[in-house]
């Protein structure tokens, strides 16, 4: 890092049973042209080998069980002390400058508190193209989704109560809380993301779920995460 980039970032991988993916997440922070000053994975209590490879590739690992993944992302938060944090999900791959532009963007802008990098799905289906321009638009809005890679300042979110401690829906929340603070940045340097919960499930499934549970947000706040939680996982 440079004197006149002097920003701390630390990056947190909130996790449960990422084996299969969390590597190829960890090798692209790895590569990063600036990287992180400290990378975290939150693991919810894994059954398979993900703790042994998120520290076989440098990470400090905190076990945070029974609190979904924004309980695991706000423990983790806690312990920090570096200015800027970022929310990676665990099957994200970074572009090897991402975390540069990120530093950048908040060094020359010291009023943003924060945003996303944006995303692109891992398939060459023309119906993620159009999920990914519709997400592109909601995210200039300020209204952010994390598998977009969400980032924020330290300090300012705890202005507003610091990151959201809940079961889910806590990217949500986090959008709401960096729009009250002032305009988040959309950098366009998109991760790129797997589509697997849409394999799996089914496209309009996954999509009318995500939908209520918005719904289901807006209507009763925190109130609802946990019962939103459940079926989630379900």
């Given at each position: 890092?440079?004197?006149?980039?002097?920003?701390?970032?630390?990056?947190?991988?909130?996790?449960?049973?990422?084996?299969?993916?969390?590597?190829?997440?960890?090798?692209?922070?790895?590569?990063?042209?600036?990287?992180?000053?400290?990378?975290?994975?939150?693991?919810?209590?894994?059954?398979?080998?993900?703790?042994?490879?998120?520290?076989?590739?440098?990470?400090?690992?905190?076990?945070?069980?029974?609190?979904?993944?924004?309980?695991?992302?706000?423990?983790?938060?806690?312990?920090?002390?570096?200015?800027?944090?970022?929310?990676?999900?665990?099957?994200?791959?970074?572009?090897?400058?991402?975390?540069?532009?990120?530093?950048?963007?908040?060094?020359?802008?010291?009023?943003?508190?924060?945003?996303?990098?944006?995303?692109?799905?891992?398939?060459?289906?023309?119906?993620?193209?159009?999920?990914?321009?519709?997400?592109?638009?909601?995210?200039?809005?300020?209204?952010?989704?994390?598998?977009?890679?969400?980032?924020?300042r330290r300090d300012r979110i705890g202005e507003v109560g610091g990151f959201p401690?809940?079961?889910?829906?806590?990217?949500?929340?986090?959008?709401?809380?960096?729009?009250?603070?002032?305009?988040?940045?959309?950098?366009?340097?998109?991760?790129?993301?797997?589509?697997?919960?849409?394999?799996?499930?089914?496209?309009?499934?996954?999509?009318?779920a995500n939908w209520r549970f918005r719904r289901a947000y807006r209507r009763d706040?925190?109130?609802?995460?946990?019962?939103?939680?459940?079926?989630?996982?379900?």
């Open positions: 890092m440079t004197q006149a980039d002097p920003l701390r970032l630390a990056v947190v991988v909130p996790t449960l049973n990422e084996a299969a993916h969390l590597p190829a997440t960890l090798r692209s922070l790895a590569g990063q042209s600036a990287p992180a000053a400290r990378l975290v994975v939150a693991d919810g209590g894994s059954a398979d080998r993900t703790v042994e490879l998120a520290r076989k590739y440098g990470a400090n690992v905190l076990v945070v069980s029974g609190r979904g993944r924004g309980g695991q992302v706000a423990a983790a938060v806690a312990q920090l002390d570096e200015e800027v944090v970022l929310i990676a999900h665990a099957d994200m791959v970074f572009s090897p400058g991402a975390l540069e532009r990120i530093r950048h963007h908040l060094a020359a802008n010291p009023d943003c508190p924060g945003g996303c990098l944006g995303h692109r799905f891992d398939s060459a289906a023309r119906v993620y193209r159009m999920m990914e321009w519709f997400d592109r638009r909601r995210a200039l809005r300020g209204d952010s989704y994390g598998d977009q890679a969400q980032f924020f401690d809940l079961p889910l829906m806590e990217d949500v929340e986090l959008a709401r809380r960096l729009r009250r603070l002032g305009r988040p940045a959309y950098l366009n340097v998109p991760v790129t993301v797997s589509p697997r919960r849409f394999e799996h499930r089914g496209m309009a499934r996954v999509m009318w706040g925190a109130a609802a995460c946990r019962a939103i939680y459940e079926r989630y996982y379900s």
